[in-house]
RNA sequence: GCGGCGGUCGUCUAGCCUGGACUAGGACGCCGGCCUGCCAAGCCGGAGGUCCCGGGUUCAAAUCCCGGCCGCCGCACCA
């Protein structure tokens, strides 16, 4: 059983990993980097099957609005200007010159001197600090300049320049940036997904606990967008909500938070959206898949919940944040994915910042003809009288509400516009008809969003058993890195061979097999189990009378009979359809 | 970054306090052979160690001292 605070199982796991080649760190032979870690065979492989899990249920599933992009590691630094994460994910420190503590510079000039620091440069927190001769909070002593941390890794592209580039924090930026080229080859329509797979890098201050917390991480993301004004889509959201059933969703809210409570309560989805607790429906929605894809990874119901983050918790971009935390050995309660409400901001901040329109163009069902007023005024005379000045009359003019205009023009008999004096009789108001055939907007955005390592760890974790003093790993049949184990009973020439026709057999049908004749059969089982082989055959004497070979369940230890002909079909419903042993015998 | 503790074959570990006889011992794992009729059986043989790195003290350092790196715990930090 998983529980909190199981450092016993943390350390067998993290052995395991390490000894089996799941994963373990990274340039060990140069004493190693922390925040960077290396995946082993079986790893690379487990990795491989989490990440085409997820895409199952987060593009597969909803492949008529979710699409998947690639987008490059390295940006230029406009892009991070504009997503704000030059501004926001760079922190000003001081430190402790006698203790060595470090703090925030602007959290600590606000706490004990009450100025607003923040937004101020580092120069003018180390001014107010000299000034008001603030000095470490903890042992007194004098503080140093402060600076600025920022958890970017830098770099320059191409050789000889000052052309600044950034390591990806996270892939969203890469959806934004595209989102007008990927609207467009997706036929212009809403509600539009696009998701990516990638490598991300943050330069922690200080990471720790092994796997959990990297300086250089893959991230599989999805970035929904959708209009704000209609977030059912029409009824594509209300389609989909419909075929997860009754799915509930444990969530601890911040404002269950707010009044002293940790413990989660249980909502429907449709409940939480309805309700409000979940401000925007989509996020409900991919909440619900997040939950359905974490459980498939073995992850049990009442071992996971979404936690609401307070806003001061929350990320520069963020109007809600919920965090699926899973329960893990050692650690207790360990974030997987974060779901974000991000509305336009980032669209917005990348209109701004490239002067290119990112807003999509929603017809209305029916042309609308509106009636309006607008201000004519004699162009002639206009030009004739003010000369010069006239084109900023004019444009003074356009600015008017044709209302206001026509009530003061019936009290005074003229109108004044930056001080020159318009009379009545050359001024029109006309009513003009206007054909809207819809309007522009800025889509708004739902992320959820995995640590993909984490999820490594978590189902390591959660698969790991002993049973009789051995390990068992009981890894969902779909995600094991190796299917299917072929053994003859002992090393006799005659079961050999046709062990190994079958392990070839197996090889030949795609499946990852492996075979082994070394040792005792029972020292044979137990090396799978550790690496959680769900299936092993084996080849006796029995096989060489009728053709049939055993099946062994790794969870069961149970064994049936089956022919060496099915074998192949034997292990694909086992394996993929979930089909348990009893039910393959014939 | 600070403080505490730690780092020895692939893995887990003995040895460190009290320096020498340590050619660094064991278990598991691994490789070869034998054996083996179903759950880490047995026998024979074998490979495998920069004792984290660098420096110092000493006739002599895995062992003592200093610095660094890495790990764990606490603090701080953490979209």
């Known amino acids: 059983m998983s529980v909190a605070g199981d450092?016993?199982?943390?350390?067998?796991?993290?052995?395991?990993?390490?000894?089996?080649?799941?994963?373990?760190?990274?340039?060990?032979?140069?004493?190693?980097?922390?925040?960077?870690?290396?995946?082993?065979?079986?790893?690379?492989?487990?990795?491989?099957?989490?990440?085409?899990?997820?895409?199952?249920?987060?593009i597969k599933r909803q492949q008529h609005v979710v699409v998947e992009i690639e987008t490059p590691i390295i940006g230029p630094s406009r892009v991070y200007e504009a997503s704000g994460h030059i501004e926001h994910f760079t922190d000003p420190i001081v430190e402790c010159l006698k203790c060595g503590r470090k703090f925030r510079a602007d959290h600590l000039i606000e706490e004990k001197l009450g100025i607003k620091a923040e937004g101020l440069t580092p120069e003018e927190m180390t001014k107010i600090i000299r000034e008001h001769d603030l000095r470490c909070p903890v042992c007194g002593g004098p503080l140093s300049e402060v600076r600025r941390f920022n958890l970017l890794f830098k770099t320059t592209i191409g050789p000889y320049t000052q052309n600044v580039g950034y390591l990806r924090p996270e892939t969203?930026?890469?959806?934004?940036?595209?989102?007008?080229?990927?609207?467009?080859?997706?036929?212009?329509?809403?509600?539009?997904?696009?998701?990516?797979?990638?490598?991300?890098?943050?330069?922690?201050?200080?990471?720790?606990?092994?796997?959990?917390?990297?300086?250089?991480?893959?991230?599989?993301?999805?970035?929904?967008?959708?209009?704000?004004?209609?977030?059912?889509?029409?009824g594509v959201l209300d389609e989909l909500l419909g075929r997860l059933g009754d799915?509930?969703?444990?969530?601890?809210?911040?404002?269950?938070?707010m009044r002293g409570k940790d413990k989660p309560e249980e909502?429907?989805?449709?409940?939480?959206?309805?309700?409000?607790?979940?401000?925007?429906?989509?996020?409900?929605?991919?909440?619900?898949?997040?939950?359905?894809?974490?459980?498939?990874?073995?992850?049990?119901?009442?071992?996971?919940?979404?936690?609401?983050?307070?806003?001061?918790?929350?990320?520069?971009?963020?109007?809600?944040?919920?965090?699926?935390?899973?329960?893990?050995?050692?650690?207790?309660?360990?974030?997987?994915?974060g779901h974000a409400y991000r509305t336009d901001y980032d669209l917005s901040r990348h209109m701004k910042y490239s002067g290119q329109d990112l807003r999509v163009f929603k017809p209305l069902k029916e042309p609308k003809i509106v009636e309006k007023k607008i201000v004519l005024v004699d162009p002639r005379w206009l030009g004739q009288t003010f000369r010069k000045k006239a084109k900023d009359i004019m444009n003074a003019l356009r600015e008017l509400d044709a209302e206001s205009v026509e009530k003061r023009l019936a009290e005074k008999g003229y109108i004044e516009v930056l001080g020159a004096r318009i009379p009545a009789d050359k001024v029109k108001i006309v009513t003009?008809?206007?054909?809207?055939?819809?309007?522009?907007f800025i889509p708004h955005v739902a992320e959820p969003s995995f640590g993909v390592e984490r999820l490594l760890f978590v189902t390591l974790d959660h698969a790991y058993t002993e049973r009789d003093g051995r390990v068992v790993l009981k890894l969902p049949r779909r995600i094991a890195p190796v299917k299917a184990a072929v053994f003859p009973l002992v090393r006799d020439e005659r079961l050999v061979k046709i062990a190994r026709e079958a392990w070839w057999r197996l090889l030949d049908a795609g499946f990852y097999a492996v075979y082994d004749d070394d040792g005792s059969i029972g020292r044979r089982y137990a090396r799978v189990d550790e690496i959680g082989v769900p299936v092993a055959i084996t080849v006796d004497y029995q096989t060489l009378e009728d053709g049939t070979v055993t099946l062994r369940d790794r969870d069961t230890w149970k064994q049936v009979r089956i022919n060496l002909s099915d074998l192949v079909d034997a292990v694909r419903r086992f394996i993929y359809e979930n089909t348990s042993l009893e039910k393959l015998a014939p």
């Open 432 to 440: 003009k008809k206007e054909k809207i055939t819809g309007k522009k």
């Open 267 to 337: 909502y429907g989805v449709r409940e939480a959206i309805e309700e409000g607790v979940i401000t925007t429906p989509w996020l409900g929605y991919w909440m619900a898949i997040a939950r359905d894809f974490v459980l498939d990874l073995g992850v049990s119901y009442s071992d996971m919940y979404f936690d609401e983050k307070l806003p001061e918790e929350r990320a520069h971009y963020a109007a809600q944040t919920f965090d699926q935390l899973v329960r893990v050995s050692r650690l207790g309660w360990l974030e997987v994915s």
């Open 247 to 257: 799915t509930k969703l444990r969530i601890l809210t911040a404002d269950a938070k």
């Open 7 to 58: 450092v016993d199982k943390y350390e067998k796991v993290m052995e395991l990993a390490k000894r089996r080649g799941f994963f373990w760190p990274s340039y060990e032979i140069y004493g190693g980097v922390a925040g960077f870690y290396d995946l082993g065979p079986l790893g690379v492989r487990l990795k491989e099957n989490i990440v085409s899990l997820w895409r199952e249920h987060f």
């Open 172 to 234: 969203a930026q890469g959806m934004f940036v595209a989102f007008k080229r990927v609207y467009e080859v997706s036929r212009q329509r809403l509600p539009l997904g696009i998701a990516q797979v990638g490598r991300v890098a943050r330069n922690e201050i200080s990471p720790r606990q092994g796997i959990m917390r990297l300086r250089e991480f893959t991230i599989a993301e999805l970035e929904f967008f959708f209009d704000p004004e209609d977030p059912w889509q029409g």
